[in-house]
C-alpha cells in the first residue's frame, strides 16, 4: 500500500460538482487522516439544538452561537467536541490536532479545560471515510484541500464559511466563492 501523505488539520471544501447532500457546500476539518482512513467534523452545520440542552456542563464554554453542529452523518448520537487553545501547551483532556486547534475529552471536567479554552464548539456526528476513500474523492474533484485557520473553528458566521474559506484562497479557486447556490438561475 502506498503511503498516505497526511492531510490532518487541513479542511475540505466542498466543490460546487459534490453531489451528496449530506456536503452540499460543507466544510470539513480534518482531525485524523492516515492509511487507515478519515475522520472530520462540518464546521458549517448549526443545528437548532443548544450546546445545555445537550451538555449542559460545557454550554458556557461554547462559541457563539452557542448550539450544537452537525459534524456529519455518522453516530449523530455521539458528540465530539473541538477547541481552540491559545498558547503552546494544552490542558489535561485535549489532544492537539493542527495548531491551536484540538480535540476535547467531553467525558473530562469543563472546570479542568475552561481556563485554557479560547473556543469551543460541540458536533454531533462527524465525517468518516475508509482506507482510500477520500483521496478517491479527491480524485474525482468532489474537494478542495485548503489550510485551516483557528478562527474556523468558531466562525460566528458558519452560514457563510464555505464562502469565506474560498474568498481567502489565491487564484482562481477564489472565484469558486462567487459560484452561485442554483447555476440554473444564472
Same mark, same amino acid.
Given at each position: 500500500?502506498?503511503?498516505?501523505?497526511?492531510?490532518?488539520?487541513?479542511?475540505?471544501?466542498?466543490?460546487?460538482?459534490?453531489?451528496?447532500?449530506?456536503?452540499? #457546500?460543507?466544510?470539513?476539518?480534518?482531525?485524523?487522516?492516515?492509511?487507515?482512513?478519515?475522520?472530520? @467534523?462540518?464546521?458549517?452545520?448549526?443545528?437548532?439544538?443548544?450546546?445545555?440542552? @445537550?451538555?449542559?456542563?460545557?454550554?458556557?464554554?461554547?462559541?457563539?452561537?452557542?448550539?450544537?453542529?452537525?459534524?456529519?452523518?455518522?453516530? +449523530?448520537?455521539?458528540?465530539?467536541?473541538?477547541?481552540?487553545?491559545?498558547?503552546?501547551?494544552?490542558?489535561?483532556?485535549?489532544?492537539?490536532?493542527?495548531?491551536?486547534?484540538? @480535540? @476535547?475529552?467531553?467525558?473530562?471536567?469543563?472546570?479542568?479545560?475552561?481556563?485554557?479554552?479560547?473556543?469551543?464548539?460541540?458536533?454531533?456526528?462527524?465525517?468518516?471515510?475508509?482506507?482510500?476513500?477520500?483521496?478517491?474523492?479527491?480524485?474525482?474533484?468532489?474537494?478542495?484541500?485548503?489550510?485551516?485557520?483557528?478562527?474556523?473553528?468558531?466562525?460566528?458566521?458558519?452560514?457563510?464559511?464555505?464562502?469565506?474559506?474560498?474568498?481567502?484562497? #489565491?487564484?482562481? +479557486?477564489?472565484?469558486?466563492?462567487?459560484?452561485?447556490?442554483?447555476?440554473?438561475?444564472?
Amino acid at each position: 500500500m502506498t503511503e498516505v501523505s497526511s492531510l490532518t488539520g487541513r479542511l475540505l471544501v466542498a466543490t460546487p460538482a459534490l453531489a451528496d447532500p449530506n456536503f452540499d #457546500r460543507a466544510v470539513v476539518l480534518l482531525l485524523d487522516h492516515d492509511d487507515e482512513g478519515s475522520l472530520g @467534523v462540518v464546521l458549517n452545520r448549526p443545528m437548532p439544538v443548544t450546546v445545555g440542552d @445537550v451538555l449542559a456542563p460545557w454550554a458556557d464554554l461554547a462559541g457563539e452561537p452557542g448550539v450544537v453542529f452537525q459534524g456529519g452523518p455518522v453516530s +449523530l448520537d455521539a458528540a465530539l467536541g473541538v477547541a481552540v487553545i491559545p498558547g503552546d501547551e494544552g490542558p489535561l483532556g485535549w489532544r492537539r490536532v493542527h495548531g491551536a486547534i484540538g @480535540v @476535547v475529552d467531553l467525558e473530562a471536567p469543563p472546570e479542568l479545560l475552561g481556563p485554557a479554552l479560547g473556543s469551543l464548539r460541540i458536533f454531533a456526528g462527524y465525517a468518516g471515510w475508509g482506507p482510500g476513500q477520500l483521496e478517491t474523492e479527491l480524485g474525482d474533484g468532489a474537494w478542495y484541500v485548503v489550510e485551516s485557520e483557528p478562527g474556523d473553528v468558531s466562525s460566528p458566521t458558519p452560514e457563510t464559511l464555505w464562502r469565506q474559506v474560498l474568498r481567502r484562497q #489565491r487564484g482562481e +479557486l477564489a472565484m469558486v466563492a462567487t459560484y452561485p447556490d442554483d447555476p440554473s438561475l444564472n
